[in-house]
């Protein structure tokens, strides 16, 4: 959460400011070294266009659509979609901490038989550290230009990332 989240985060951020999406795709390319999640990011973004699309058709969405025919990275169509929304770059990087955490939490449940009920209350704990998060990534993007955003990194998580893709069978795409 510390690392990919506040970067992803950062860049959602920034794209609910209205920062040019070349930049911060190009941004996000940068901050993340393995193939496997690029095209993930890529994957998930399309179909989030798709959706946002459909809730706020607005022309900046349209743009953002053509622009990247193949997906901008999810964290950009996110922050885009959240200024379309209406909403500020604080809660553009809430959305972003918040599935951050819920995917592996949700996983974790199917696959590992864990009480959801307890699920739940570990992501209720996280609420402190989700709020931190996107209030410094919010600032972040708030503060700096677009290549001074947090560039955390996850090394491990890059690593197996690229093992997993390589698997004739997965589980899940990210």
Do not use: K, N
Not at 41 to 70: K, N, T, Y
């Amino acid at each position: 959460l510390h690392t990919t989240g506040l970067t992803s985060a950062a860049l959602a951020a920034s794209a609910a400011l209205g920062a040019d999406p070349y930049e911060l795709d190009a941004a996000a390319d940068a901050r993340t070294p393995s193939p496997a999640l690029r095209a993930t990011a890529r994957r998930l973004g399309r179909q989030m266009m798709r959706a946002a699309r459909a809730a706020w058709p607005s022309p900046e969405l349209d743009r953002l659509a053509a622009a990247f025919p193949r997906g901008a990275h999810q964290p950009v169509v996110l922050g885009t979609a959240a200024r379309v929304a209406g909403l500020d770059p604080e809660d553009a990087a809430h959305c972003v901490g918040y599935e951050t955490v819920s995917g592996p939490a949700t996983a974790a449940v199917r696959l590992l038989g864990l009480d959801p009920f307890q699920a739940t209350a570990v992501l209720a704990r996280l609420a402190p550290d989700l709020d931190r998060i996107a209030a410094r990534a919010a600032s972040a993007a708030r503060e700096s230009d677009v290549h001074a955003l947090p560039a955390a990194s996850a090394p491990l998580l890059d690593l197996t990332a690229e093992h997993h893709a390589s698997w004739p069978v997965r589980l899940f795409a990210s």
